[in-house]
Structure formats: C-alpha cells, structure tokens
C-alpha cells in the first residue's frame, strides 16, 4: 500500500508536496489540473519494473504500454532538461523486512521502505540515476538509510546510516549506476560482504509496482458475446477489457468476499450483482455460457424486477461503464492499489453516491476470512461522491484517517496540491474557493437576473416571460 509520494519537476509539477496517502484517497481538480499525470509516473515506474531492459532507467513507454509518456524532455516541468526529475514514494509492504548483517550480526526491520530517485538527462537528452536512497522505517522512523549518488565529477558513491557496509577485499572495482531506477548493480553489491538485503528492497519495490492497478477514465463498450478461455487476468484491464474475463475466473475460483469483519460471506459472482442492484442500476445480472462446451459467454441483465432478461448491451452505457469499476475493487489481490480515472462517468448523480459507499466497502473487505487491505486512489470531479464519503465519516463508517482527499488547482505556470483537512464529523476545515465551481456566483447572478427581470415587467406590464399579464 502506498503511503506518501513527492513528485518534484514533472508535466504540470514543480512540486507536489509531500502527499499522504490513506486506503482511500481522492484526487479532485478542474480538467488539465495534473491530476493524472500523478498516476501516469507510478505508471512509466511499473512499465520499467516489467521490463527486460535493466540499463534504460525509466520506461517512458510507446503505444503499446502502460503509458506514454514522450521524450524524457517532455515529461520535465517546463521541459527544462537543466532541472533533474525528482520522486519520493513509501509504501508498506505485506510483510516485515528484515535486514540481517552477517558482518555485525546486527538485525533491524522495518514496516514501511521509502524510495527517493533524481533522474537528470545526460549529455543525449536521457534520463540517468543521479540519486537512489532506501530508507527502512519501522513505525515512521528511520532505521537505515542506504544511498547511490552519481557527483559532479562523474565518480560515484555508495554510502549508508544505521548500517556499516564493510567493502570486499578483492572487489575495488568502480561503482556502475543502478539498474533501471531502483536497483543495485551486480557488481556494486559484489564490492561489499553485507549489501545482500538491497536486493530484498528492490524485490520490495518490483512487488509494490507490480501491485499497482490502472483503470481509464474510457472504459470498452459493452458486447454482445465474450471469450473466456479459462485464464485469470491480473487485473481488468486499463479500459475494463478484461472485466468479464476476471468476473469468470474470480468465480471459478471460488473466492468469497464479506464486506466487513463478521459480515457474511458470499461468492464474487454473487458480490458485484449485489453491488449493481445497491447501486440502483439493474435488478439482476449474470454471466452464462451460449452453449455447453463454448468458451463464449454472454453477460444478461434485468433492468426492472418486472423486465425481461436482456443483453447487457440492450440496456443503458452505465452498466457496462461501472461494472469494470465494481469488479477491479473487489478483484485486485490483496495488499494491492487501484489507480481509478473518473469512475463516476456516465453515471446519474444518486448512482455517484452510491458508487461512495461501494469504494468504502472494497477497502474494508475481507476474503476468504482476511481483510484484504486494498488500496483505492480515485481521480473524480463528483461532489455527490465526496458528499456521501463526508456522510459516512459522520456516521463512522469509515474513519477520517482511512480518506485522503485532495484538490488540485493550476496556478500560473505549474500545479498546486492541496490536502482538505477531514474531521471526525466528515467536515472539510479548509474548504477551497472554486472547489467545484463557483456556486455562490451562479446563485448571485441568477437572483440579479430574475429581479431585473421583475423590473421590467413592472414597467412595461408584461409577466416575467415578456407577455401580457
């Protein structure tokens, strides 16, 4: 789970800030604020992590990967090739990690492994290693610090606090850069009898990137028939193209979903139907094959409990846009973050806030009797999404620390992050102006409008819709 990240001199951003995130957290913003950039760099980190190429420090990807993101010029704020980009993440990993010294004997864990990067361009326009430092925290503070620097000169360092590294007798070769933008080298963990446990960190971070789930704001429209050849994807796909394919596997495997600790259980199948008709959208749905032995499934769905059953696409574009949404929160594997564009789109508002309580829900699950710790970070411009989210804060539903919201707003020629404030009471302490739109404007010059208008049917005579009373 992600706990923090810091992006300094990337797209719309000089500096973020550092930014906390909860098991829920919430991006709000007008459109080109950078908002989605944020998630895009987590996107090119896992690309990299994914890929073959162990020189190339960060993936900026092509059209046929997670992202694209141009030239490493392009993505830099101001496209400023002089200024290095710069991140810091944290994140906590499903387990305690252990860094055991066999020099020393010493032990130390950690619950919580933070990640700092500068990239700067070299003498070809692309992005080197000028920075990797790990920090090992164990309940938020810092029991080891392990640091690559890249100098001026060109010549390298390896440095740690908490931690002595004790250099090989027979290893005095040079330092070479990390491997993509995370890892040690072979050869510089090889100049040392005690630096085994960088590879565990940078396994750490390959598993949390891995763990890292996209889903566009765009989602595939609905079809008449789906193939399902028994595989189980990792997730739904960016554009929910695997929706029906993780719905079949998930049942198939049968994995149960409560929605709580003591709450009962019931089969995945069974949970996104009951999410659907919460929701107010359908009052059945299910998955079925067209034919014994066919891998061909068709998705049918009763819009009203006295409809007939129809395919899911004879019925609204809405089904089909929420549906991948339901079934990435509830399909992800636990311990893992889901990265969501604008789930709300194409929804009506009461849906809006209902899609609240279902994204509440995915983060409080449990499945196979464990809590499942899935993460949720949603980009979405729904105030009847946040105003349910408050709600439920006041009810206790969910606890003000477990949501994270934010506003991004663009100011001059970078963007801005600002955190809102949530109190027990679901209450916003540092409500923004503009937050969504300026209501009291509206409301100001509609009253203007309707007494000058009044105004002028005094004097002419007429009613306010210009006619004759």
């Not at 925290?137 to 606090?161: F, I, K, V, W």
């Not at 090889?190 to 446990?197: G, I, L, P, S, V």
């Amino acid at each position: 789970m992600l706990t923090s990240l810091r992006i300094q001199n990337f797209k719309a951003w000089k500096d973020t800030g550092q930014t906390h995130f909860a098991p829920l957290t919430i991006l709000f913003g007008a459109n080109s604020s950078g908002k989605s950039s944020l998630g895009h760099l987590l996107l090119a980190m896992k690309q990299t992590a994914l890929s073959s190429d162990r020189r190339r420090p960060l993936q900026l990807g092509d059209d046929r990967s997670l992202v694209e993101l141009g030239s490493f010029q392009e993505c830099l704020h101001n496209n400023d090739l002089s200024q290095p980009l710069h991140f810091r993440f944290g994140w906590r990993p499903d387990h305690t990690l252990t860094v055991n010294d066999p020099v020393t004997r010493q032990r130390l864990q950690g619950d919580e492994l933070q990640l700092e990067v500068s990239l700067a361009a070299d003498a070809h326009a692309q992005p080197e290693v000028q920075l990797m430092s790990y920090t090992l925290c164990e309940n938020q503070t810092p029991r080891m610090q392990l640091t690559y620097e890249l100098h001026q000169d060109g010549q390298a360092s390896l440095d740690s606090e908490g931690y002595a590294l004790k250099q090989n007798a027979d290893h005095d070769r040079p330092l070479q850069a990390p491997d993509k933008f995370y890892r040690l080298s072979d050869q510089t963990r090889a100049r040392y009898e005690n630096a085994d446990f960088a590879t565990d960190f940078a396994l750490s971070t390959e598993a949390m990137l891995h763990g890292l789930h996209h889903l566009g704001p765009l989602r595939e429209a609905p079809r008449r028939l789906y193939s399902w050849s028994g595989d189980a994807p990792e997730d739904v796909g960016q554009r929910g193209e695997q929706t029906i394919a993780a719905l079949l596997a998930a049942t198939q495997q049968q994995r149960m979903i409560s929605y709580g600790p003591g709450q009962p259980e019931q089969r995945f199948d069974a949970c996104i139907a009951d999410w659907l008709q919460r929701l107010g959208i359908i009052a059945s749905f299910t998955v079925q094959p067209i034919a014994a032995g066919r891998k061909e499934y068709e998705v049918m769905v009763r819009p009203h409990p006295q409809a007939n059953e129809v395919k899911i696409t004879d019925v609204g574009f809405g089904v089909s846009q929420i549906l991948p949404v339901l079934v990435q929160a509830f399909y992800c594997q636990p311990n893992t973050t889901v990265w969501m564009e604008q789930p709300e789109v194409h929804l009506h508002s009461q849906v809006q806030a209902e899609l609240a309580d279902a994204l509440i829900t995915a983060v409080q699950a449990h499945e196979n009797g464990r809590p499942r710790g899935v993460q949720i970070v949603v980009e979405s411009h729904s105030e009847h999404l946040l105003n349910r989210i408050q709600r439920r804060i006041a009810e206790g539903r969910i606890a003000a620390e477990d949501v994270a919201v934010y506003f991004c707003r663009r100011s001059n020629s970078a963007s801005e992050l600002e955190p809102l404030r949530l109190n027990a009471y679901g209450e916003i302490e540092n409500w923004p102006d503009n937050f969504f739109g300026d209501e009291m404007a509206d409301i100001a010059a509609r009253t203007q409008a309707a007494i000058a208008k009044r105004r002028q049917a005094r004097t002419t005579g007429t009613s306010g819709n210009g006619k004759q009373p």
